[in-house]
């Protein structure tokens, strides 16, 4: 495959598991808040306790980091070269 097939691959995943992560974060923390009390962890949302919520979002959210490390890791190029940009060079001369 080509470089720009691997990356494009990569961020379309990227986007895809960070959604699942952004919408179950927001379901913990506007329905399903930590600190319920007694039995709290048995406490469901959409027919889906807590607990569940969690494990699901850790999924995802492990999921995105692996991928955007990944992502990193191909644009390695570019970080490593980034710093010529902002160098000034004190041979030429603003005129």
Known sequence: MK????NAFVDICCLITFIPS???GLVLYFFL??????GGSWVTWMGITRHDWVLWHDIASF?????LLLHLL????FFKNI???FRTDT????T
Do not use: Q
């Open 3 to 6: 470089r720009i097939t691997i």
């Open 22 to 24: 952004l919408i179950t």
């Open 33 to 38: 808040p930590s600190g319920g009390g007694r």
């Open 63 to 67: 999921a995105f980091a692996a991928l």
């Open 74 to 77: 191909l644009h390695w190029k």
């Open 83 to 85: 710093g010529r940009n």
């Open 91 to 94: 041979n030429e001369s603003d």
